[in-house]
């Protein structure tokens, strides 16, 4: 779905539709997957659902999963989407390192194993 594009992101083409809603979905078996494939380490247990970072348009969104969308596209909220939106579009998705300090930005904690 997605390839190494330069140091920091991955690139991959997804279909991105307008959705009434607050937040950005993808799929949710496609969210754990890329989650496990890309976000996780490898070490102990680890959290499938922590939200993806992508970047659209110009503008980085947290990815959260969702049952109700087809696999391959993203749905973003109606106040995101242009006037152009339904459509294929290129699609940077935000490395681990990349992606935990973008979240940190906006106010998420990342959840601590015990």
Known sequence: MFERFSSGYYLGELYVE???GERAVIQRADHERVNEQ???DGEGVERLDAPLVMKVDGG???VGGDDDVPSGT???PQE???ERLPDRRNVLLADADRAETLLR???WEPHVNA
């Open 105 to 107: 930005w906006e106010g």
């Open 60 to 62: 980085h969104i947290p």
């Open 38 to 40: 890309l976000y996780a």
């Open 18 to 20: 307008p959705r009434d």
């Open 74 to 76: 993203l749905a973003i």
């Open 80 to 82: 995101l989407a242009d």
